[in-house]
Each structure stands twice: as C-alpha cells, then as structure tokens.
C-alpha cells in the first residue's frame, strides 16, 4: 500500500515538473495551471521546512 502511495507521489511531482518545463516554452493553457499549482507547492513546502529549522535548538553554545 505505501508503495502504491510513493509512486502516486512520484508520477504527481514528475509530472508537474514536466508542466513547469512545457508552460515556459509556451504549452497550452491548462499547462500553465498546473505548473502555478506545482511552483506554488514546491514554495510552501520550503517555507515549511524553513520555519521547522529556525525553531529547533540544536544545543550549541
């Protein structure tokens, strides 16, 4: 079941990736739909893991 989960996770990033690359050089309009849903994606997830790291304590002194 996880694997089936991984790969579903899988083929959704490779795919937006695909659309990223196909709406900058100009694709169809539901190209440019997708590759706004995956940047905007990609940047919550950064910011997420940015604001996790800066409200660690990592112990040093």
Known sequence: ?????????????VGGCACVVWAARGGPRWTRGVAKATLTAGELLRSSRSSNRTGSDDGND
Do not use: D, E, Q, R
């Open 1 to 13: 079941m996880l694997l089936i989960v991984l790969s579903g996770v899988l083929v959704l990033a």
